[in-house]
Structures are given as structure tokens and as C-alpha cells.
């Protein structure tokens, strides 16, 4: 028997009537996987399919807010829109297994409470048990490839709202780019208040990251300035219906205290693409983080990618600082 037709074999057996439908236990001990390794997600994707529904059904969830009501979150959205630099490196996060291998390692610690990425992504992770007992968020609009015309016309091409709540997921989050300039900003503002309106609905979190953005030299960049983040906090806050179950998710710039002062909605602070020094970075994280209604950190390539590769290392100073 070749290898490909051994491991669905495998997977059929791991996904097949009577193997752990109450999801208590995974292979290898990974309680709620499905599979133990990249070669069997692959074969549960082709043979099984509905083994997904499956297990986004039996995980074990959790609570938004517990504890000491604080987040710790890893961030793994930005493939979706075709950037996939990191730092000086434009092919960085090419791979999908060795960026499943940064979250898992992330996700292990037991300070991270939970994830943001594209389905694809949680789908994986789900089927290899990384989600149990973790916070989750989807990724709606993903629209705006990186470097496009269109960019700025940021659609809703990934998770709906309506998956998000059926599948058990906290919440969703939306990127939010506003240019004066740019008609595809209305489209973006238009979906995004309809999308809050449904998660609302539904009782899921919409975690929107605002920016004032323009082109300069053909490329799309987002004004850090305080005033601009302030601007763009106050656009976004206003969408939908309510905003009972609205979130920011915002960058650490300079005047945190007087950004923050524009508004009452719970915050989790990005990493974005690492540009300074780690200890630069983790202190402005610190600080940040010392404003009461700065809830946490949600972050990506900062954790993932770090620049002595150490993601473990770079996970436990997050967390450190949030716990």
C-alpha cells in the first residue's frame, strides 16, 4: 500500500464511527485532535470532510473574558491577503507547516488564551487539537490583496458571520483601512456594519482594526500619528446598530494615554511586522498595556517571526507582560 493511501487510511480510522465523537481524547493524547500529523489533516480534508463540522462541534470552549481578564492572543490572518513578508523577508510565511509549527508552539503555552486566522488556518489547527479550551477568532475580510489596485476595497471574501457563530467561535475581526481618497472605504464601512450588526445578533465579538490610511508612491500606508488612530477609532466605533459587543484592536503609538482617552470600548493591542529592536517593542507593549482599558495584545509575526527565531521565548516575554 503506498504511503498516501496508508494515511488516509489512518485518518479514516481516527475520524470513523466510534473514534471519539465525545472528543475527551486525540492521538497521541492531544485531547479533541483528529489528526497527529500535516499528512493526515491533508487526508481527513480529502476522505472526510465533514470531519471539520465535526469538530468544531465537540471542542471544548471558552469564555471571551475569565481569569484575570486579560487576553493573550497570536495573530495568523495575514497569508489570506497575500503578505507574507516578514521583516526583510518577502517569502517568510510561505510555508504552511512551519507556520502551523510557530502556533502550536505558541498556542501551548498555557498564558496564550487563544488565536485570530483565516478558517483554513483553524481548520487545521482545530483537526490537530490546538483549539481546545482556546479563544478564537475568525478573520472576515481579507479582500484587499496586499500591493492590489483594490486594496483598499477590503471585501468579505473569508469567514461570514454566520459561520462564525454557528461553529461556537468568539468573535470576528475586520480590518478597517480608511482613505479619503479611495471609493472602496465605503464598501469596507458598509459590509463592516452589517457584519457587526449580524455578530451582534449571534452574541460574537466584533474586533475591528481601524486605520487612516493613504498611497504614497502607489503603496498603501497607515497614518501612526495619534490624532490619525484617534480619527480612526471614532469612524469605526460609530458602525452598526450597536456596539454592545464591539472591540478595537489597535496599534502602540506614541501618546497611548490620550489614543485610548477616544474611547470606552474593551482594546487588545497588534504587534504588526516587527520594524524595531525586540526589547523596544516589548517595553512600548508594557507601557501600553498599563492603561486600564487596554484588555491585551493580539499579535502575529512579532511572536511568531522573531528575530533569533525563538518563538517560545518571544511567547513567554508576551505573556509576562500581559499576565
Not at 498564558?111 to 481546545?132: N, R, W
Not at 525586540?278 to 495584545?297: C, K, N
Request: with cysteine; charged share 20%; net charge negative.
Amino acid at each position: 500500500m503506498s504511503d498516501v493511501a496508508t494515511t488516509a487510511g489512518n485518518a479514516a480510522t481516527l475520524i470513523g464511527p466510534g473514534n471519539r465523537n465525545d472528543g475527551s481524547s486525540g492521538r497521541n493524547g492531544v485531547a479533541g485532535s483528529t489528526c497527529s500529523t500535516y499528512a493526515e489533516v491533508t487526508a481527513v480534508r480529502a476522505t472526510h470532510p465533514q470531519a471539520i463540522a465535526e469538530a468544531w462541534a465537540r471542542r471544548r470552549r471558552r469564555a471571551t473574558v475569565s481569569g484575570d481578564e486579560r487576553l493573550m492572543i497570536v495573530a495568523a490572518d495575514h497569508p489570506a491577503r497575500g503578505a507574507l513578508s516578514v521583516g526583510a523577508n518577502p517569502t517568510a510565511m510561505n510555508s504552511r507547516s512551519d507556520l502551523l509549527d510557530r502556533l502550536r508552539t505558541a498556542l501551548a503555552n498555557p498564558g496564550v488564551d487563544g488565536v485570530l486566522a483565516t478558517s483554513d488556518i483553524l481548520e487545521d489547527l482545530l483537526l490537530l487539537g490546538a483549539l481546545e479550551d482556546k479563544v478564537v477568532f475568525s478573520s472576515m475580510n481579507r479582500g484587499g490583496l496586499a500591493g492590489a489596485s483594490f486594496e483598499l476595497d477590503d471585501r468579505m471574501t473569508a469567514a461570514t458571520a454566520k459561520w462564525t457563530i454557528d461553529a461556537g467561535l468568539n468573535g470576528a475581526k475586520m480590518l478597517n483601512r480608511v482613505d479619503l481618497t479611495d471609493e472602496g472605504t465605503l464598501n469596507m464601512l458598509t459590509a463592516a456594519a452589517a457584519a457587526i450588526d449580524e455578530l451582534a445578533a449571534g452574541g460574537a465579538i466584533a474586533m475591528l482594526e481601524p486605520f487612516l490610511s493613504n498611497r504614497v508612491d502607489g503603496k498603501v500606508r497607515n497614518d501612526l500619528t495619534a490624532d490619525a488612530v484617534i480619527k480612526s477609532m471614532h469612524i469605526v466605533q460609530g458602525l452598526g446598530s450597536t456596539s454592545a459587543y464591539t472591540w478595537l484592536k489597535l496599534p502602540v503609538v506614541e501618546e497611548m494615554e490620550r489614543v485610548m482617552d477616544a474611547t470606552t470600548l474593551p482594546t487588545l493591542l497588534l504587534g504588526g511586522d516587527p520594524q524595531t529592536a525586540p526589547d523596544e517593542t516589548f517595553a512600548s507593549w508594557e507601557r501600553a498595556l498599563q492603561i486600564p482599558s487596554v484588555r491585551g495584545l493580539i499579535v502575529g509575526r512579532t511572536l511568531l517571526y522573531p528575530a533569533d527565531d525563538d518563538v517560545a521565548t518571544a511567547v513567554d516575554t508576551a505573556v509576562s507582560l500581559v499576565r
